[in-house]
């Protein structure tokens, strides 16, 4: 699920929302003992729209990926269509994700964090600690502004937390224990968010 020879590994959809790709889409491959290195058969590009997660990009690239499977395999088997090698110039890797970087550093700029919190969305979903412990964000925006990373705000009756450039606003949390929310309920009910408030 991604243009070879980029994003070759283990997370190539999550890696093409990470880096701010504005398409990716699906790869047919002649397999070799290389990870995704092999001669390329066809390919297929998907858009990439700005509110993407993986969750919802994933089907979009199955069912390209399925349809181009469907057309290159007749002409592959009948020996019409000759596999091309990979531009190994190009070549970027896709990192496995583990469980431990759904954390977010708020050093980061607030729009590299806004692409994180979709790029692990559904798993391994992103957070950032709170007192009473995990905040989880299911969605967030940018809103530029200065800020210190971690300061907490309200900006437009939502919950927003500093990073190291602009504002990263919680449309969407869940705090521990209970039930993903709209990020202005959540301020609702809880005490003690705002350190600033805009």
């Known amino acids: 699920a991604s243009l070879l020879p980029r994003w070759r590994g283990a997370a190539p959809v999550q890696a093409a929302i990470l880096n701010g790709d504005k398409t ?3 790869t047919i491959m002649k397999m070799d003992i290389g990870v ?27 069912e390209a990926g399925a349809g181009l499977l469907i057309e290159t395999l007749p002409a592959y088997l009948s ?3 000759v596999p091309a090698a990979q531009d190994e110039t190009k070549a970027t890797r896709a990192a496995m994700i583990h469980k431990e970087d759904a954390l977010l ?31 989880k964000i299911l969605k967030a925006r ?6 210190q990373p971690g300061e907490r705000s309200i900006q437009g009756r939502y919950p927003a937390v500093g990073t190291g450039e602009g504002w990263l606003v919680l449309d969407w949390v869940q705090p521990a224990g209970k039930k993903a929310m709209p990020g202005n309920a959540f301020l609702q009910g809880s005490r003690g968010w705002v350190t600033l408030q805009v």
Do not use: K
């Open 36 to 62: 995704d290195t092999g001669p390329i058969l066809a390919q297929r590009e998907v858009e990439i729209m700005p509110d993407d997660t993986t969750g919802t990009l994933l089907p979009r690239l199955a």
């Open 24 to 26: 990716t889409g699906a």
């Open 79 to 81: 020996g019409c269509l």
């Open 142 to 147: 940018v809103q530029a502004g200065r800020c």
């Open 105 to 135: 550093d708020l050093t980061q700029s607030a729009e590299a964090l806004e692409r994180r919190v979709r790029a692990f969305q559904p798993w391994p979903g992103t957070f950032i600690p709170r007192e009473d412990g995990i905040l």
